[in-house]
Nanobody, 126 residues
Framework: VQLQAYGGGFVQAGGFLSLSCTTS????????MAWFRQAPGKDREFVAG?????????AYADTVKDRFTFSRDNAKNTVFLQMNSLKPEDTAVYYC???????????????????WGQGTQVTVSS
């Protein structure tokens, strides 16, 4: 599975950005998908994700809940991350990730995902 992320950029605090990630090599409907991010000097962390078996249910990190929205369009093999009310602490490289058969308790762990996009930089100024 190949993933390609788009949409990073520079924005002032309080602004918004939209990320997208297209998949190829497998139908998106067969994949568990997530967004992770990694800030300089920090570990990669889970942002949001949705399992194929989870239907429309989406898990969010507490730090982004109510500000970020994950969605997927299986017909277009694309997942999205709408990021509103951005804060300087959201600055990071954002990665989309794909896996199969991820159990609920593992979906926030980057080790559960077997395919990764190249990352896209998001910078939020104060």
């Amino acid at each position: 599975v190949q993933l390609q992320a788009y949409g990073g950029g520079f924005v002032q605090a309080g602004g918004f950005l939209s990320l997208s990630c297209t998949t190829s090599g497998a139908a998106l409907s067969s994949l568990d998908m997530a967004w992770f991010r990694q800030a300089p000097g920090k570990d990669r962390e889970f942002v949001a994700g949705n399992r194929r078996m989870g239907g429309s249910r989406v898990a969010y990190a507490d730090t982004v809940k109510d500000r970020f929205t994950f969605s997927r369009d299986n017909a277009k093999n694309t997942v999205f991350l709408q990021m509103n009310s951005l804060k300087p602490e959201d600055t990071a490289v954002y990665y989309c990730a794909a896996g199969r058969g991820i159990i609920l308790s593992a979906m926030r762990s980057d080790r559960a995902y077997s395919s990764w996009g190249q990352g896209t930089q998001v910078t939020v100024s104060s």
